[in-house]
């Protein structure tokens, strides 16, 4: 199982950036996927979700109108376009692939992408 995280870097504040992760190793499409974020010193906090066949999205709420989840499961891959970028953004992404099944919970995830805001 693979989760590769790309698109990471330096952006100016009120920038934009396009996160990607690839996955392999596992049937994509039957897993939910979502963005989390973790800053140095603090949690892991969840960004973004997609269901499994993209339907349904969640956002927390300092990420709404900001940032768009998005998944094309004929390439394997999720998106995070991220508008409007703040310094408070800064942080490592990690990719995450869930889902639920015979009472337990199986979890992937990717190595992190570095997104750093700042002039």
């Known amino acids: 199982v693979q989760l590769v995280e790309s698109g990471g870097g330096l952006v100016q504040p009120g920038g934009s950036l396009r996160l990607s992760c690839a996955a392999s190793?596992?049937?994509?499409?039957?897993?939910?996927m979502n963005w989390y974020r973790q800053a140095p010193g603090k949690e892991r906090d969840l960004v973004a979700s997609?269901?499994?066949?993209?339907?349904?999205?969640n956002y927390a709420d300092s990420m709404k109108g900001r940032f768009t989840i998005s998944r094309d499961n004929a390439k394997n891959t999720v998106y995070l376009q991220m508008n409007s970028l703040k310094s408070e953004d800064t942080a490592v992404y990690f990719c995450?692939?869930?889902?639920?099944?015979?009472?337990?919970?199986?979890?992937?995830w990717g190595q992190g992408t570095q997104v750093t805001v700042s002039s």
């Open positions: 995450n692939a869930r889902r639920y099944g015979l009472g337990r919970r199986v979890d992937y």
């Open positions: 190793g596992f049937t994509f499409s039957s897993y939910a």
């Open positions: 997609i269901s499994s066949a993209g339907g349904i999205t």
